[in-house]
């Protein structure tokens, strides 16, 4: 008998690499309505936090002190910090140096992140993460407090619809328009917004008989009766521990999940606990490819924009002279504007700032549409799920158009219709 010889003709690397579609994720944050989207938030996010900043100004406790000093201005307009004026076209990066800096340093969002992945999760977890300062007092809890909350309610409707944006093109490889993924937002705000919430509502009942207890401990008799209960203090500890490591490393999926099964808060703080509880080396390997994928571009993306910014001002030098290009960005010296020349600088300035918050919505945008390949990921690993599977709604903008039929009976998309549902996408996109 002869023997049969199959020939391989094509490979399927995403089904033997599915880590392959957070390629498609890098290729996605890159396109312009997920950037606009993005960037529009980082400025909704600067600017809420400015103006609490500012009903908190003069306060020397910490963390309002570094987090007023950082918002005291509105930062956006240079994404380097009001203290640096190097001349070097790349800025330094609001990095994470120390472990106290992890907990206790504001997140400087008109900064470049260190990376499009951990960067942004690092900045908009902060309020969070330093309501556990010991050293924090209970105006500096209100201040977080409301930093959060708006925050959580920004993202909630941006971070929902880049999240939507995502999920329907890495699923169905189909363009949803940008207004139909708004309304999917808006129209799931409050589960967006609650997810991440719950778990920090949980650790309050946690606190509050912790909290009863170290009224006992003013006393050294109550301390004793402390010393007695704290096993029950510890059993408490645990589970106040669960809860925000869970919600550490889940809320990024929480978002995804809403986008993806168009299901409730609830829903999603289960798949994202199960996702991190039951499958954490397989989080921890997609987010270091993320991380590795991520970086690399954000790379580029640095480079490009400060290029952008610093050869105009290379170009004109020529004409202007370099005392006076230096004294533009240093706004001190020989060159320094004066009078009407201060309004033209600040429109450089202003202009400068446009390029670099778009470099920033990069990395929000790709911040977002990583974590939603990674919740398809762990769905797949942990539910048996298959990527392509993802909620649709009726009235959507990536809808199939209608068949008809030809004379020779063979189904086709009816050109009238498929041109009026042309139509239809543009209006909604």
Request: proline residues 6%; glycine residues 10%.
């Amino acid at each position: 008998m002869q023997e049969q010889r199959g020939v391989v003709r094509e490979i399927a690397w995403r089904e033997v690499f599915p880590w392959l579609n957070l390629v498609r994720a890098l290729r996605l944050a890159m396109q312009a309505r997920m950037l606009l989207v993005a960037a529009s938030a980082v400025l909704a996010t600067i600017f809420g936090w400015w103006l609490v900043a500012l009903l908190f100004e003069g306060a020397d406790e910490r963390p309002l002190a570094d987090w007023t000093r950082a918002y005291q201005s509105c930062p956006w307009l240079d994404a380097s910090g009001p203290e640096d004026v190097s001349p070097t076209p790349l800025r330094a990066p609001d990095g994470l140096d120390t472990a106290d800096n992890w907990l206790t340093a504001p997140p400087h969002l008109g900064r470049y992140p260190s990376d499009p992945l951990l960067g942004p999760w690092h900045q908009l977890s902060a309020p969070a993460r330093q309501l556990f300062d010991l050293t924090l007092t209970y105006r500096g809890l209100a201040f977080l407090l409301l930093c959060l909350l708006w925050a959580a309610a920004v993202w909630a409707l941006f971070g929902g619809a880049l999240t939507r944006m995502a999920a329907v093109q890495l699923a169905r490889e189909e363009n949803i328009g940008l207004k139909p993924a708004v309304r999917y937002a808006a129209g799931k705000w409050r589960s967006y917004l609650a997810a991440p919430l719950f778990p920090l509502l949980g650790v309050l009942l946690c606190v509050l008989p912790m909290l009863v207890v170290g009224l006992l401990m003013r006393a050294d008799a109550g301390l004793l009766v402390a010393g007695i209960l704290w096993p029950l203090m510890l059993l408490g500890g645990l589970l106040m521990a669960i809860l925000l490591l869970g919600l550490l490393f889940g809320w990024p999926l929480m978002a995804a999940t809403i986008s993806a099964e168009g299901t409730d808060s609830f829903d999603a703080l289960g798949r994202a606990y199960s996702y991190v509880y039951h499958r954490p080396l397989h989080y921890l390997f997609y987010a270091a490819v993320a991380v590795l994928l991520g970086s690399l571009a954000w790379l580029l993306v640095i480079y490009s924009a400060e290029a952008v910014i610093y050869l105009p001002q290379w170009a004109a030098s020529w004409g202007s002279g370099n005392e006076r290009i230096a004294g533009l960005r240093a706004g001190v010296g020989p060159g320094a504007p004066e009078g009407v020349g201060e309004w033209g600088a600040a429109l450089i300035e202003f202009w400068a700032g446009c390029v670099r918050v778009v470099a920033l919505g990069f990395a929000y945008s790709y911040f977002w549409t990583a974590s939603t390949a990674i919740y398809f990921l762990l769905r797949r690993d942990d539910d048996g799920t298959e990527m392509d599977e993802v909620h649709v709604e009726g009235g959507e903008a990536y809808a199939l158009p209608p068949l008809a039929t030809d004379p020779a009976g063979v189904s086709v998309v009816d050109p009238a219709e498929a041109n009026a549902e042309q139509e239809i996408q543009k209006e909604e996109g």
